[in-house]
């Protein structure tokens, strides 16, 4: 009948399109939640990988000093008339250069090294939020 009224008990087209764009809204601001909750939890890990290769890189910076240095007091003691004369030490000081460069050559290595498997196992990004973003705009893009 034309003098028919809808009842309130029917939404109506513009109560329908607010309660799906109130709905992407919440999702969008959990997705949100949920990407910072991850990155904030990877972000120590990501500091303790960044710390130790840090200091993998400044150990081995050390060493390459003492590496250097080394290669200078190889180079003067090659260059002197009488080797023993100079050092009554029983090493000379270019060895003990490169025996201490050399011991922190490895620590720095294999801190460096520890430092980036660390890095490796786990990937700073959110990827799970990604992955549940990625799944919602298929559904949405779908579900037309």
């Known amino acids: 009948m034309p003098n028919e009224v809808h009842s309130s008990a029917e939404p109506g087209l513009t109560t329908?399109?607010?309660?799906?764009?109130?709905?992407?809204?919440?999702?969008?601001?959990?997705?949100?939640?949920?990407?910072?909750a991850e990155v904030k939890s990877d972000l120590g890990k990501t500091r303790e990988a960044?710390?130790?290769?840090?200091?993998?890189?400044?150990?081995?910076?050390?060493?390459?000093?003492?590496?250097?240095?080394?290669?200078?007091?190889?180079?003067?003691?090659l260059t002197l008339p009488d080797r023993s004369a100079y050092d009554p030490a029983t090493l000379p000081l270019w060895a003990c250069f490169g025996i201490v460069g050399g011991a922190l050559a490895l620590v720095g290595g294999l801190t460096v090294q520890a430092g980036i498997k660390k890095l490796k196992s786990f990937n700073p990004l959110p990827d799970l939020t990604a992955q549940t973003v990625k799944e919602n705009v298929e559904w949405m893009t779908n579900s037309k």
């Open 16 to 36: 329908l399109f607010g309660g799906i764009i109130k709905d992407i809204g919440d999702l969008i601001r959990q997705e949100i939640r949920f990407a910072r």
């Open 50 to 77: 960044f710390t130790t290769l840090s200091i993998g890189v400044g150990i081995a910076s050390v060493s390459g000093l003492l590496l250097l240095w080394m290669l200078v007091h190889l180079l003067h003691w």
